[in-house]
């Protein structure tokens, strides 16, 4: 029977999703490749699928936010949401042993989108400090943008210790534009989809030692202006992580998995800077800025070909631009099924 990590290596890196972004802020989920059996969850591994394996993914990213009061919101271009749900189907393919490519699909959900009715607003009640009317926008869901993405290990030590690889992969306008609230278009800030092509580029480091797997990656994404002549800001995403095995030591091939059932205590920081959003060319002051996570997680191997794995994300270090619904916590949760 197949090896574990062989088989529920889920996209090894590849299989999250931006749209992902992934750990989101801002009201955007984070941007990221994913992880598989042989990664940490949000840091993206240098270890590739081996040659002639599908992996099969479904992966849910939970963002929970700090309401905005409708005090706050009143008279100003502020916004504000309460969750943000991204859950993805993926599926990846390793073409060679050194170069894995994949397809992920997400499916986003929006709770509680509120904003100012500045198309009611009363310019004579505003100057005697009556707040204009807060509009609940719903909560705008849809199918989200597909991404295709790949990974190729350019480096592997003799001893299978040490790996480094390039990260691409490009996001394709297919998801939803046009979700409509009290008859009128959404912005497309609050849509499942941008309307943009957009490029991804990184590279990432994975060292192996004993019971540990210490991995860095940085992944870069080129947005350009999508639906509603709206530039959503590119992504530069960070990340370091360190993962324990517990019961005994990695073997020097992370494929192999000699027990039937295995435990990792993952530990990651992730960082992420998003560059301010722009609509027709002018740049949204409360958008945008850097955030980093401190995430613990735990991952469960079967040798059977499937894994499990369980992560919170919280907030401890943050610079947003301007005011914006700051980020309480993050929950991401995987299944990888190898075949």
């Known amino acids: 029977m197949p090896n574990l990590v062989r088989q529920s290596a889920g996209a090894i890196a590849l299989l999250a999703g931006l749209g992902m972004i992934a750990g989101a802020w801002a009201d955007h989920a984070s941007v990221g490749l994913g992880g598989g059996a042989g990664s940490p969850i949000y840091t993206e591994s240098a270890i590739t699928l081996p040659a002639g394996r599908w992996s099969a993914s479904l992966r849910s990213e939970y963002n929970n936010f700090s309401r905005l009061s409708d005090r706050r919101l009143a008279n100003t271009e502020l916004h504000s949401v309460d969750t943000l749900l991204s859950t993805a189907l993926g599926l990846s393919y390793g073409v060679t042993d050194d170069l894995t490519l994949g397809l992920r699909l997400p499916y986003i959900q929006r709770q509680n989108v509120r904003e100012a009715d500045h198309h009611v607003f009363d310019h004579g009640a505003g100057a005697h400090g009556h707040p204009d009317r807060i509009l609940n926008l719903g909560d705008p869901e849809g199918l989200g943008d597909a991404t295709l993405f790949g990974e190729y290990r350019f480096l592997r030590s003799a001893d299978q210790q040490t790996h480094l690889a ?7 306008p297919t998801g939803e534009t046009h979700r409509k609230s009290g008859g009128e278009r959404l912005e497309t800030e609050f849509q499942p989809g941008s309307g943009s ?3 991804l580029l990184g590279i990432a480091a994975t060292r192996l030692s004993g019971a540990l797997s210490y991995d860095a990656s940085l992944l870069y994404s080129v947005v350009t202006t999508g639906a509603q002549h709206t530039d959503i800001g590119d992504v530069l995403s960070y990340n370091l992580a360190t993962s324990y095995r517990l019961g005994g030591e990695r073997p020097a091939n992370p494929y192999d998995l000699t027990q039937p059932h295995a435990w990792d205590l993952i530990l990651e920081l992730n960082g992420e800077h998003r560059d301010r959003v722009q ?5 949204e002051e409360n958008s945008g800025g850097n955030i980093v996570y401190l995430s613990p997680g735990v991952r469960y191997l079967n040798k059977t070909g499937w894994g499990l794995a369980l992560s919170l994300g919280v907030p401890v270090a943050e610079n947003l ?6 980020p309480d916590y993050r929950v991401l949760s995987s299944l990888n099924v190898a075949f």
Do not use: P
């Open 197 to 199: 092509t957009d490029g």
């Open 321 to 326: 631009n301007g005011t914006q619904a700051e």
């Open 166 to 172: 390039a990260l691409f992969g490009v996001k394709l």
């Open 279 to 283: 609509i027709h060319g002018q740049r």
